[in-house]
Nanobody
Framework: QVQLVESGGGLVQSGGSLRLSCAAS????????MGWYRQAPGKQRELVAK?????STAYVDSVRGRFTISRDNAKMYLQMNSLKPEDTAVYYC?????????WGQGTQVTVSS
């Protein structure tokens, strides 16, 4: 059973920074891909960034250059700089392993203008 626990969300002013963390536990294959998704009110969940087991990364255009995803074994991080009000959403940790998706419970990020 894989479990993902996020932490680090909160309220920040526009232009500020936050760092999200995700701790994965359970039986995880080394090649699992991890990523961060977000869902704003009334919108679909979208991929923000993902990282492979060998460190290859990908970002949605709206966060490239402001967010940095990193990974250390079973822990994953999202450093978010220059935050904007449109970054406000619930952020979810995701792990894709051997054909299955696993999700964390989500952490709220609110950026005030």
């Amino acid at each position: 059973q894989v479990q993902l626990v996020e932490s680090g969300g909160g309220l920040v002013q526009s232009g500020g920074s936050l760092r999200l963390s995700c701790a994965a536990s359970g039986s995880i294959f080394r090649s699992a891909v991890m990523g961060w998704y977000r869902q704003a009110p009334g919108k679909q969940r979208e991929l923000v960034a993902k990282i492979t087991s060998v460190g290859s990364t990908a970002y949605v255009d709206s966060v490239r250059g402001r967010f940095t995803i990193s990974r250390d074994n079973a822990k994953m991080y999202l450093q978010m700089n220059s935050l904007k009000p449109e970054d406000t959403a619930v952020y979810y940790c995701n792990l894709f392993d051997r054909g299955r998706n696993y999700w964390g419970q989500g952490t709220q990020v609110t950026v005030s203008s």
